[in-house]
């Protein structure tokens, strides 16, 4: 990432992980994955979006859509960033609530 921001995130994954690299491969810039029309709505099992409110990575109101396409989608929201999602309190909510899906999904 080259977000400022996020400098002090990155650099404490790279002290903790020694061959971690912040790269990404020449062709996924070129030609990022793309949601393929048609697919989420082929999709029976229940589906869970965790979905960070202030996303500028990812268009909430893209994924929004996207859920709304399945009835058996459950969208749950948090008031974070894209990072965010993976690190402290929202981190620990999200896996709560992940979890809590599928116990429910599964049993």
Do not use: C
């Not at 989420?40 to 396409?69: C, K, N, Q, W, Y």
């Amino acid at each position: 990432s080259t977000d400022p921001a996020l400098a002090a995130r990155f650099r404490a994954v790279a002290a903790a992980s020694p061959t971690w690299q912040n790269r990404v491969a020449a062709p996924f810039l070129l030609k990022p994955p793309r949601y393929r029309a048609g697919t989420l709505e082929r999709i029976r099992a229940p589906i869970l979006f965790t979905l960070a409110s202030g996303d500028v990575e990812v268009s909430a109101d893209f994924i929004r859509s996207l859920a709304r396409r399945t009835p058996q989608a459950l969208v749950r929201e948090y008031p974070a960033g894209h990072f965010d999602m993976y690190h402290g309190g929202v981190f620990e909510q999200v896996v709560a609530d992940q979890v809590a899906f599928l116990r429910e999904a599964l049993l």
